[in-house]
């Protein structure tokens, strides 16, 4: 059975400073593994979806990595920003295109101005 | 156009009523979720619907019946609820063909569900 793991759970850092979120999953036969952001009370948005084949993506401030082979992913975030402030969720789907996510427990990020 | 609308944004029931979820996305996506998701924990998948054929049921309780009357649209009929089942109702949906390369889901910002 697929375990998603996130750390850490929550992080705390001043403004302007590049972190890294982690992201682990037990199975390393996946589809794709996607990150996404969610804000208090609210859906969710997709930041990145990295396919199985792939190593990385970027956007703008976020790049994420893939590893299968050692079943982690992690979210770089550079330069960040107050607005950057929220929980950010990885999750996975198996090798068949199910649509099926597995989520991790998420991390909670707060950037102090 | 990438929104999914839910409503009602908060419902409140009581565990005799019988009350229904609406979600809807003119993206032309041909599959749709629903999620449940319950306060600090992630999103669970409840059901999914793939060109109007439900595809995915995570053994759902029948309390939550699920309908999909058109490409666009997408209900939770929920009746007999218990307090239990108050959570955070998502919706998402996302272009559907395994030949696709990408599988993004674009998620409505759900409804609020109490159930007294």
């Known amino acids: 059975k697929q375990e998603v793991t996130q750390i850490p759970a929550a992080l705390s850092v001043p403004e302007g400073e590049n972190l890294v979120l982690n992201c682990s999953f037990t199975?390393?036969?996946?589809?794709?593994l996607q990150w996404f952001r969610q804000d208090p009370g609210k859906g969710l948005t997709s930041l990145l979806l990295?396919?199985?084949?792939?190593r990385e993506q970027t956007s703008g401030r976020l790049n994420a990595s893939l590893d299968k082979s050692s079943g982690r992913s992690t979210l770089y975030i550079a330069a960040s920003q107050p607005g950057d402030s929220a929980t950010y969720l990885c999750?996975?789907?198996?090798?068949?295109?199910?649509?099926?996510?597995?989520f991790g427990q998420g991390t909670t990020l707060q950037v102090k101005p | 156009d990438t929104e999914v609308t839910q409503t009602p944004k908060h419902l409140v029931m009581g565990m005799t009523n019988k009350k229904s979820l609406k979600c809807e996305q003119h993206?032309?996506?041909?599959?749709m979720y629903w999620y449940k998701q319950k306060a600090k924990k992630p999103p669970e998948l409840m059901f999914v619907?793939?060109?109007?054929?439900?595809?995915i049921n995570e053994s759902v309780p029948s309390r939550f019946s699920p309908e999909c009357p058109n490409s666009s649209l997408l209900n939770l009929h929920l009746h007999a609820l218990q307090p239990e089942d108050s959570a955070l109702y998502l919706c998402?949906?996302?272009?559907?063909?395994?030949?696709?390369?990408?599988?993004?889901?674009?998620f409505g910002a759900g409804t609020r569900l109490s159930v007294l």
């Open positions: 998402a949906s996302s272009q559907e063909g395994v030949w696709l390369a990408k599988n993004i889901q674009y």
């Open positions: 199975d390393s036969a996946i589809y794709n």
């Open positions: 990295i396919q199985s084949s792939q």
């Open positions: 999750a996975v789907e198996g090798v068949r295109n199910t649509g099926k996510l597995i």
């Open positions: 993206m032309g996506h041909r599959a």
């Open positions: 619907y793939s060109y109007e054929k439900l595809s």
